[in-house]
């Protein structure tokens, strides 16, 4: 920090503590125009100080001026530090975080005791996860979700990567390293395997009865730029993208142990080493030492199972309740990506004045794509007609063109198949209005086979408007299908507020469907609310949401998040028959 930077984050803190103790905005507006006043300076102040021409900088005054000479003789002025007793340390650093003023600040440290300024911040972090910041009567809900996502975005990105963009970063390196006869096996570790929508290191098992001959093989793939450790099992890199993984190469007789100890979650294997504990056991990344003797173990399946077990599937291995089902044999059956027989939101090439993004391809393209996947089913559900600037008749003269053009495409592609044929749904993603109405009429409803109801706009509104208008707009019989529902997107919109518990009663009791939507920088309804949602009976579909045909590959990521929230087959409607199907769309 230069001097002058310096300076001015001391005249800053000054100005505050005028401001949240004195009250007096008069005092606080001469620190703060001082303060940037010196934050502007193209000289540093302390020259300016020892030539004595502190008074022609603009904003300081006579008093100002002398509380800078003892600054820069003594290093400290009394004066500042007497204020300064005044008030919370904590607070000073929380005035650095976009959105949050003195008062706010002061507000904050003061109720939650945060009197040092190196774990301020961390600790805002802890009280806003475990929902706290609330606990202070005068915060508004708008309040609380500024600061939340300042600090996200502060937080997020730098350490955390989506997982679309580690994923083939990974994939691409195992598919290197299986390449190799001396390597048997390549996983990725930790969050990667866990399959978490953003994840912290990408680490590498390598399983191989040579390991010197199997470590030189990896230490040469080309997209490695530095090797910055090498060691005869672990080795630490550094790949030409500038992420950093460890490479951890482990024998064929512990290649179960190594994978489940790296694979995590810490919180899983805590609890597992608990329990194991009382019954004398140790667990380790080598196996499981019972009376002194280590037992090994080939497969992960092995190694539970040596505790008494069920194999736990990586993505629900968070330590909510998967270690007690395991023993008692009653874990879910996690759907599987072959279990999906349709997508039900994709977005067609057909071209209108639409309120939100079109798609690019064609029916024959995605239907192409559907009949490689042996889907049964695809559904289109284009963004409804932009609500301001058209009429009625206008709208509904849009959804009978786009229907009759969807249906000679898809007339043109049964006369090509003639064999077994995909079949087609007509329906529409319409916004949810922020007074809860949906942006469609009752009549271009009727012409629809379903609305997928969303929310596009007004993401600020309390979680009582939004549950309210959710749930109205989910009172259509039309409505069936609720899309992404929380609208986070990774990295750059938090999620909306919403009391998520009585939206799934809701669901449940009426038959209405949660879409788990896949779109990788979606991703937007977390495990827990899922794993909620499915203890209630709630039914989902698990929809790519895409807009070009490439898109519908992302299917696995929302299978994935559906299987960290303990979905089954029987709780995903697109894993249905078209008849179970249509019979749950009531068509
Ligand atoms: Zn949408
Ligand atoms: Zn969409």
Same mark, same amino acid.
């Given at each position: 920090?230069?001097?002058?930077?310096?300076?001015?984050?001391?005249?800053?803190?000054?100005?505050?503590?005028?401001?949240?103790?004195?009250?007096?905005?008069?005092?606080?507006?001469?620190?703060?125009?001082?303060?940037?006043?010196?934050?502007?300076?193209?000289?540093?102040?302390?020259?300016?100080?020892?030539?004595?021409?502190?008074?022609?900088?603009?904003?300081?005054?006579?008093?100002?001026?002398?509380?800078?000479?003892?600054?820069?003789?003594?290093?400290?002025?009394?004066?500042?530090?007497?204020?300064?007793?005044?008030?919370?340390?904590?607070?000073?650093?929380?005035?650095?975080?976009?959105?949050?003023?003195?008062?706010?600040?002061?507000?904050?440290?003061?109720?939650?005791?945060?009197?040092?300024?190196?774990?301020?911040?961390?600790?805002?972090?802890?009280?806003?996860?475990?929902?706290?910041?609330?606990?202070?009567?005068?915060?508004?809900?708008?309040?609380?979700?500024?600061?939340?996502?300042?600090?996200?975005?502060?937080?997020?990105?730098?350490?955390?990567?989506?997982?679309?963009?580690?994923?083939?970063?990974?994939?691409?390196?195992?598919?290197?390293?299986?390449?190799?006869?001396?390597?048997?096996?390549?996983?990725?570790?930790?969050?990667?395997?866990?399959?978490?929508?953003?994840?912290?290191?990408?680490?590498?098992?390598?399983?191989?009865?040579?390991?010197?001959?199997?470590?030189?093989?990896?230490?040469?793939?080309?997209?490695?730029?530095?090797?910055?450790?090498?060691?005869?099992?672990?080795?630490?890199?550094?790949?030409?993208?500038?992420?950093?993984?460890?490479?951890?190469?482990?024998?064929?007789?512990?290649?179960?142990?190594?994978?489940?100890?790296?694979?995590?979650?810490?919180?899983?294997?805590?609890?597992?080493?608990?329990?194991?504990?009382?019954?004398?056991?140790?667990?380790?990344?080598?196996?499981?030492?019972?009376?002194?003797?280590?037992?090994?173990?080939?497969?992960?399946?092995?190694?539970?199972?040596?505790?008494?077990?069920?194999?736990?599937?990586?993505?629900?291995?968070?330590?909510?309740?998967?270690?007690?089902?395991?023993?008692?044999?009653?874990?879910?059956?996690?759907?599987?990506?072959?279990?999906?027989?349709?997508?039900?939101?994709?977005?067609?090439?057909?071209?209108?004045?639409?309120?939100?993004?079109?798609?690019?391809?064609?029916?024959?393209?995605?239907?192409?794509?559907?009949?490689?996947?042996?889907?049964? $089913?695809?559904?289109?559900?284009? =963004?409804?007609?932009?609500? &301001?600037?058209?009429? /009625? +008749?206008? @709208?509904?003269? %849009?959804?009978?063109?786009?229907?009759?053009?969807?249906?000679?495409?898809?007339?043109?592609?049964?006369?090509?198949?003639?064999?077994?044929?995909?079949?087609?749904?007509?329906?529409?993603?319409?916004?949810?209005?922020?007074?809860?109405?949906?942006?469609?009429?009752?009549?271009?409803?009727?012409?629809?086979? $379903?609305?997928?109801?969303?929310? =596009?706009?007004?993401?600020? &509104?309390?979680?009582? /408007? +939004?549950? @309210?208008?959710? %749930?109205?707009?989910?009172?259509?019989?039309?409505?069936?299908?609720?899309?992404?529902?929380?609208?986070?997107?990774?990295?750059?919109?938090?999620?909306?507020?919403?009391?998520?518990?009585?939206?799934?009663?809701?669901?449940?009791?009426?038959?209405?469907?949660?879409?788990?939507?896949?779109?990788?920088?979606?991703?937007?309804?977390?495990?827990?609310?899922?794993?909620?949602?499915?203890?209630?009976?709630?039914?989902?579909?698990?929809?790519?949401?895409?807009?070009?045909?490439?898109?519908?590959?992302?299917?696995?990521?929302?299978?994935?998040?559906?299987?960290?929230?303990?979905?089954?087959?029987?709780?995903?409607?697109?894993?249905?028959?078209?008849?179970?199907?249509?019979?749950?769309?009531?068509?």
């Amino acid at each position: 920090m230069t001097i002058n930077t310096e300076t001015a984050q001391l005249l800053k803190r000054v100005a505050a503590v005028f401001r949240v103790k004195e009250g007096d905005t008069f005092r606080y507006k001469a620190y703060i125009n001082a303060s940037v006043a010196i934050d502007n300076l193209s000289e540093p102040l302390v020259e300016v100080w020892k030539r004595g021409g502190l008074d022609s900088v603009p904003g300081i005054g006579e008093n100002l001026a002398a509380y800078l000479n003892e600054y820069f003789s003594t290093g400290k002025v009394k004066h500042f530090n007497s204020l300064f007793k005044k008030v919370p340390s904590g607070m000073f650093p929380l005035m650095t975080i976009r959105g949050i003023g003195p008062i706010t600040a002061y507000k904050i440290a003061k109720k939650f005791h945060l009197n040092e300024e190196k774990t301020a911040i961390s600790d805002l972090k802890e009280i806003l996860i475990k929902g706290e910041l609330n606990k202070i009567k005068s915060f508004k809900e708008k309040t609380v979700q500024k600061i939340q996502k300042a600090l996200n975005i502060q937080s997020f990105g730098k350490t955390r990567l989506p997982l679309y963009e580690a994923l083939p970063i990974a994939s691409e390196f195992i598919d290197y390293l299986i390449k190799s006869k001396y390597i048997l096996a390549a996983e990725p570790l930790g969050s990667l395997r866990r399959k978490l929508e953003t994840v912290g290191d990408i680490d590498f098992g390598i399983c191989s009865s040579t390991p010197k001959k199997a470590m030189d093989y990896a230490l040469t793939y080309s997209k490695i730029s530095s090797v910055i450790t090498k060691g005869g099992m672990v080795s630490h890199i550094k790949l030409i993208n500038g992420l950093e993984a460890d490479l951890k190469i482990s024998l064929p007789n512990s290649w179960g142990s190594m994978l489940q100890h790296y694979t995590g979650s810490k919180l899983h294997n805590i609890h597992l080493r608990t329990i194991t504990k009382e019954k004398g056991l140790s667990l380790s990344e080598y196996g499981i030492t019972k009376k002194e003797k280590l037992n090994h173990f080939t497969s992960e399946t092995k190694f539970y199972q040596f505790l008494g077990m069920d194999y736990i599937p990586p993505e629900i291995r968070e330590n909510g309740g998967e270690i007690e089902l395991a023993q008692s044999h009653k874990l879910p059956r996690l759907i599987e990506l072959t279990d999906i027989k349709g997508d039900l939101h994709i977005h067609s090439d057909y071209d209108f004045e639409s309120s939100h993004d079109l798609g690019v391809s064609s029916l024959s393209e995605i239907f192409a794509v559907a009949e490689q996947k042996k889907y049964q $089913y695809v559904g289109f559900t284009d =963004h409804n007609p932009k609500f &301001l600037g058209l009429t /009625e +008749n206008q @709208k509904n003269k %849009i959804i009978l063109d786009r229907k009759k053009y969807l249906e000679a495409q898809f007339h043109a592609y049964e006369k090509r198949v003639k064999h077994r044929v995909i079949k087609l749904l007509i329906g529409m993603e319409v916004d949810i209005r922020t007074d809860g109405t949906i942006a469609l009429s009752e009549k271009s409803l009727s012409l629809l086979d $379903y609305a997928i109801v969303s929310i =596009h706009s007004s993401f600020g &509104l309390t979680q009582e /408007e +939004n549950t @309210k208008r959710i %749930i109205q707009a989910l009172s259509h019989k039309k409505a069936k299908i609720l899309g992404h529902p929380t609208g986070r997107t990774i990295n750059s919109r938090e999620p909306i507020s919403a009391n998520w518990a009585e939206i799934f009663d809701f669901c449940a009791k009426n038959k209405k469907i949660i879409e788990i939507n896949a779109y990788p920088t979606r991703l937007d309804l977390p495990s827990d609310l899922i794993k909620q949602a499915v203890q209630k009976g709630v039914r989902f579909v698990i929809n790519t949401d895409s807009h070009e045909d490439s898109q519908m590959e992302n299917m696995k990521y929302g299978v994935w998040q559906a299987r960290r929230g303990y979905a089954e087959k029987k709780d995903i409607v697109n894993t249905f028959s078209f008849e179970n199907l249509r019979s749950v769309l009531e068509l």
